[in-house]
Structure formats: C-alpha cells, structure tokens
C-alpha cells in the first residue's frame, strides 16, 4: 500500500518511465510481435489488450500492480509454513520491499515484477509436481510458469527454474514432461522472435549499456548481492548510494552463510541444492557483462536470436532472490523461536516488519514519480477517432526521439504512449541513449526513416519518400521543445488540438509485412498455449488425480516442511 499509495489515491493512468496505460490499448500486428520491433512485451500486450477491454486501462494499470506485489509477498510468506510468524513476516516483507522491486517499480517495468513474483509460487509448485506426479500438481505447474512468461524475461526464468529443479532433482519422465511444459508456453514470444519483420542483429553497445552498475564504492558485485545494481542511475534510491546498500549485502550473505551452518547433515542441506543453484546462476547472469572478458564474448554474439535479451544484466537477480530472502529469514529464526511468551513476540514480529523498511526508508518517496497517474488530453480520443475513419498508413512521430516529457504529464521521461492508443503501426526513434552511449534500435522500418524524420523537414520530397515507405501520417506533440523546430511545409493538421497534432501525408503505398504463414504459425503457438493452459486450469479446479509416474522415494522429497504449503 505504501510503494502503491500514489496510483491507489488519484485518478487517471501511470504514464511514466516503462510504465504506459491507455484507456482502450489496439490489437495489432505489434500485439503478436510480428510488428517492426523485437516482440519484448508477448504475450503482454494481448493481455493488457484483453484486461482492458473487460476493466479499462485505468482499473487494469492499478489490479496490474498490487497483484505482483502481493503475490510476492504472499508467495514467499507460503516458503517456509512452520517457522515463527515474525520470519515468515520478514520474508514476506523482504520479498516486496526490496531494492529489486523498489528500483524496477521506479523503472515502471511492472511485468518483470509480475514475473518475479510467480516464481515464489513456481519453484514450490514443481516440486510438488515430482512428488505427486498428477494432474493438478502439472496444471499448477503451467498456470505458474505462464504468469512468470508474461515477458520474455520471465518466460527464461522460468524455464530455468523448471529445469533446474528437475536435473536437481526429478530426472525422469515426468521432469521431462515439466521442461517440454515450459517450453511450449514460451511459444508466443520464440516464434515471432524467429518470424518477425525486425532487424536480427541487436547493437552490440547494448550489453555495455545495461551492465549492471555499481551502486556505491564497494563494487558491482556486492550491489547485486544486496539485490540492486540496476543499470539505470535515476532508478537508484539515494539511501543505496551509501553503506546501506553494504550492509544489505552483508545481511543477505550471512544468512547464506548461516542456512549452510544450521544444516546438520548434507541430506538437509540437500534440500536448498536447487535454490542455491538458481541463485548462484542468477547472480553469475547478473554481474557477468560487467566481466570485461564476457562482457566482450556476449557482445560478439549479437547477431544470434534472443541474446539481446542478457543484455539488460542485472534483472536476473530475481533468480537470486528466494535464496537471498529465505535464507535471511531462516538467519533470524532462532532468535524468533527464543521470544514466544510474554510481551516480546509482539516486539519481535514489529521489529521484523520494519526491517524492511529500515534497508530502503526512500523507497515509497522514489516512486511516486513513477506511480503517480495522470489524465491524457482530449487530442488523443479525437485522433484515434479520425484515423479509424481514414486512409491506410502507418504512423511518424515527431520530434523523434523515444522517450519524451509531457508538459501535461509527470516530469519523468515515459515511452511513447502513441502506440499503446492507436490502431496503425506507429514508427519512432527506437535509439536508446544511456549515458553517453546511444544504442541503436532493430526496428527496420525506424530506419528506413531516420534521415527524413530526424531533419524535421517534411517538404513535397520528403513526404514522397515517406508514403513510399508505407507512412501515411505525422503525429507531432506540440509541447516537445523542438516541435518548434518541424518544418511541414504546408501540411494542415487533420485532428487533435493545443497538446498533439495529426497531420495526413496522403495515401501511402503499401508495404510487405509478414506474411500469412508467419501469421497463422504465431496463432496457432498461441491456440496450443491457450488450450494447455484452459486444460491445466481444468485439472486443477477439478482436482482429478491421475499419475504421470511412479511416485519418488522419500528420499528424494524434501526432508523438511519448506514448501510443504504447495
């Protein structure tokens, strides 16, 4: 409630950062990732474009954003049912207000935390599924692993922990029915990946741009143990910019320390091998692009499929974190165990929920830019109104830049909502600068352009070249700062008012797209996604039990109550 107070008090949509609601958001060919650009946010925006439709994007942004908190906080409160309260407070806590989520929430990139918080169901629910080995161990299996593959980033989380958990510990039939499981749900994204119309090659500047980064003077690494390090130094609460963010890192290594100290036998110690194997993937996934060596090897290998993915580095701490919590919360057990009777235990569990707090006390004031919504102006409606009814073509938007402030929006930075309102392809500037570093996009339409809309000139030539390039119209914000520098030669505009502009360039040509094979495999990826997930949420209401295989020795199950809530 308190990283969220500003969205949940004022009306209006997050318009920040990463972080783009619109009332009614189009279906388009960008929906299945077959559109110009990287299919990064599949199946996300179909499901945004769904919820939307049923709720609206207002009530949507705010259901959106409590659910990946509190099923992170609720998640890891399950992990460990019979320690005390005040520990299993403490993971709880911990696992919603963190310098992961805290920075990420300022970054706006709510589905990588949505993501983040299906693993804490996830791990718990694979292995109960080699335990069990039915029906509805399975479904839940699937459900978990679809919500954590909202993105692409959870989609290889996830598929990591299914995998690791099996080779840990499940190296069967029915752990490799588990890994085919999850990598049939991350269909919607791998095969517009391969199918799609953007450019293959990422910028190889991209892996130095979003290396992880070091928060204070201790280093990179000892960032990223306490669960920060994000490449974005704006995201940064200022309270991690001191010894805070090494005392977090202290905490959380002791406690690693301690779990390994508090197992008696290697058999108990056995029982954390696939959470300190995730972990230990998760923090060598996160520091290794500030390796110059393999920093320089990942960059070489641009030109493969999906490596554009590693690139921003540090978010794979996720995989870190249930060890880093958990073993934090196990760190301060016996103390809790110690203080059962009398007045201590309400001192305890108090003391346990502040702790929190007292790591990040910034972290509600740094998002509140980020999370305070704002109300679109009316230019909006008017243009998706008028190009409904008109002319085929895509979109230009000038100035061209990206990211852009709004006078009539927050004073934070925020992706162009222009493609989350209108149902035509909308071509920007897909560069990214970081720092000094500029990041060139992989949209090939953006670059067929860029000459002409980067000179702002939109005379009869230019105006030719861009409607031979597919384009049929120009959508100019009136309050960026170097509108006034658009020369449009004579063009009136068609729609909108004092905040945005529509301009129409006349009938464009058409221009090849992807075809209606590549179109029909991505349905058909989605149907079968869509019918598994429809019969694994069958499974699980009914309850129907029905064995995969033989059920595992006890030896091999857990030897202790964690996970048992699953």
Not at 122 to 130: D, E, K, N, Q, S
Not at 209 to 226: D, T, Y
Not at 292 to 315: E, F, I, N, S, T
């Amino acid at each position: 409630m308190l990283l969220l107070w500003p969205s949940l008090v004022g009306g209006g949509y997050p318009l920040a950062r990463d972080l783009v609601f619109t009332p009614r958001p189009p279906f388009t060919l960008d929906t299945l990732g077959l559109g110009a650009e990287p299919p990064r946010a599949v199946p996300l925006d179909a499901i945004v474009w769904l919820g939307s439709w049923l709720v609206g994007g207002a009530v949507l942004a705010r259901v959106a954003l409590l659910t990946a908190l509190l099923l992170a906080g609720w998640g890891a409160h399950r992990v460990l049912p019979s320690a005390p309260l005040a520990s299993r407070l403490l993971l709880g806590g911990l696992a919603v207000w963190n310098p992961f989520t805290v920075e990420r929430l300022a970054l706006g990139q709510w589905a990588l935390l949505l993501g983040y918080a299906a693993l804490w169901w996830l791990l718990p629910a694979v292995v109960a599924a080699l335990v069990r080995r039915d029906a509805p161990a399975l479904g839940r299996v699937a459900l978990w692993t679809a919500l954590a593959s909202v993105t692409p980033t959870g989609g290889v989380a996830a598929v990591l922990v299914v995998l690791v958990t099996v080779l840990v510990r499940g190296r069967d039939r029915c752990g490799a029915a588990l890994v085919a499981l999850a990598l049939v749900i991350q269909l919607p994204w791998i095969l517009p990946g391969l199918l799609g119309a953007s450019a293959q090659r990422a910028d190889p500047d991209g892996i130095a741009a979003f290396a992880a980064r070091a928060e204070s003077g201790a280093g990179v690494f000892v960032s990223l143990l306490g669960l920060g390090g994000i490449w974005d130094g704006s995201s940064v609460p200022a309270s991690r910019e001191g010894a805070v963010t090494v005392v977090t890192a202290v905490l959380l290594v002791g406690g690693f320390v301690a779990l390994a100290a508090r197992s008696r036998s290697r058999r108990e110690l056995a029982v954390w091998r696939e959470v300190l194997v995730l972990g230990a993937i998760g923090l060598a996934m996160a520091g290794g692009t500030s390796v110059p060596v393999l920093g320089d090897g990942l960059a070489a290998m641009m030109d493969l499929p999906g490596v554009a993915l590693l690139r921003d580095a540090q978010k794979w701490v996720l995989l870190l974190a249930p060890l880093a919590f958990t073993a934090t919360a196990m760190l301060l057990s016996p103390l809790a165990r110690q203080v059962r009777l009398g007045v201590w235990p309400a001192v305890w569990v108090l003391s346990a929920m502040c702790l929190p707090f007292l790591l990040i006390p910034d972290g509600a004031h740094h998002v509140s830019s980020t999370l305070r919504p704002v109300r679109y102006p009316p230019d909006f409606a008017d243009i998706r109104r008028t190009l409904d009814g008109g002319h085929d073509g895509a979109v230009l938007v000038l100035p061209w830049r990206s990211y852009r402030v709004f006078t009539w929006g927050n004073a934070t930075s925020v992706y162009d909502p222009a493609s989350r309102w209108f149902d035509r392809e909308i071509v920007r500037d897909d560069t990214l600068r970081v720092g000094d570093l500029t990041v060139s996009g992989e949209s090939r339409r953006a670059r067929a352009v860029s000459s002409v809309a980067r000179s702002g000139v939109l005379d009869p030539d230019a105006v030719k070249e861009l409607r031979s390039a597919g384009i049929g119209w120009a959508l100019v914000y009136v309050d960026d700062p170097a509108s006034d520098d658009l020369e449009l030669a004579g063009l009136r505009p068609v729609a909108g008012g004092r905040d945005v502009l529509l301009y129409s360039l006349g009938e464009a040509d058409a221009v090849d797209g992807p075809g209606a094979a590549a179109v029909g495999v991505v349905v058909a990826g989605d149907g079968i996604v869509v019918l598994l997930l429809m019969a694994s949420l069958g499974a699980v209401l009914t309850g129907r039990r029905r064995v995969i295989a033989p059920p595992m020795t006890p030896r091999t199950c857990y030897s202790d109550d964690v996970f048992k809530g699953e």
